[in-house]
């Protein structure tokens, strides 16, 4: 299996700040990463694909980048709203398809 | 606009089963492979099967195999997951998600998720 590990686990980030969170795998995944964000009670929502694509309806303030097994999100000028959970997750081999454990992130 | 409603969920005893489903609208449902994603409370996510478009080829999470069964109705729009042996941690709750990415496989992200029913195994 491919495991993916997430950092920080946790973060508290002021609005307007800059935030980055890494997933790395334990293999070269070939940028077959996804980026979810989950709010409390909630379904979880797609950010971007394949590494680095815009999901639809997502703002430009959220990117992805990096390749072999090293991944970031990046949000650029956080906002009140972007509090929750983020997940990565690998599709690059199944089964099974693996997430990330999370990253929570607070705007103070 | 794709909507995932899913169904079924509820309290159930360990070793019983419990049958989940998950109506698609807004999709043409058959031209998607279809999963089920679960969490366990305070947890992350875990990945427990896909079905083809089709039908044809599933897959399972070790954890779940043996006793998770995924099937679909491409006539009603309609995903499965029969459960049976139910364990307590099987308790989560469970998403049923769309995957995007190779059409004709399991290589998916997922673009679409239902609300989640919870299951809770307890006696």
């Known amino acids: 299996d491919i495991q993916m590990t997430q950092s920080p686990s946790s973060l508290s980030a002021s609005v307007g700040d800059r935030v980055t969170i890494t997933c790395r795998a334990s293999?070269?995944?070939?940028?077959?990463l996804a980026w979810y964000q989950q709010k409390p009670g909630k379904a979880p929502k797609l950010l971007l694909y394949?590494?680095?694509r815009l999901g639809s309806g997502v703002p430009s303030r959220f990117s992805g980048s990096g390749s072999g097994a090293d991944y970031i999100l990046t949000i650029t000028g956080l906002q009140p709203e972007d509090f929750g959970i983020y997940y990565c997750?690998?599709?690059?081999?199944?089964?099974?398809?693996?997430f990330g454990q999370g990253t929570k992130v607070d705007v103070k | 606009q794709v909507q995932l409603v899913e169904s079924g969920g509820g309290v159930v005893q360990p070793g019983m089963s419990q049958r989940l489903s998950c109506a698609a609208s807004?999709?043409?449902?058959?031209?998607?492979?279809m999963h089920w994603v679960r969490q366990a409370p305070g947890k992350g996510l875990e990945w427990v099967a896909v079905?083809?478009?089709?039908?044809?080829?599933?897959y399972y999470a070790d954890s779940v195999k043996g006793r998770f069964t995924i099937s679909r109705d491409n006539s009603k729009s309609t995903l499965y997951l029969h459960m049976n042996s139910l364990r307590a941690e099987d308790t989560a709750v469970y998403y049923c998600?769309?995957?995007?990415?190779?059409?004709?496989?399991?290589?998916?992200?997922?673009?679409?998720w239902g609300q989640g029913t919870l299951v809770t195994v307890s006696s």
């Open positions: 807004g999709t043409t449902f058959s031209d998607f492979g």
């Open positions: 998600a769309r995957g995007r990415g190779i059409v004709r496989g399991a290589l998916h992200y997922f673009d679409s």
């Open positions: 997750q690998q599709y690059f081999r199944t089964p099974p398809l693996t």
């Open positions: 079905i083809y478009y089709d039908g044809s080829t599933k």
């Open positions: 394949a590494a680095s």
């Open positions: 293999q070269d995944i070939s940028s077959s």
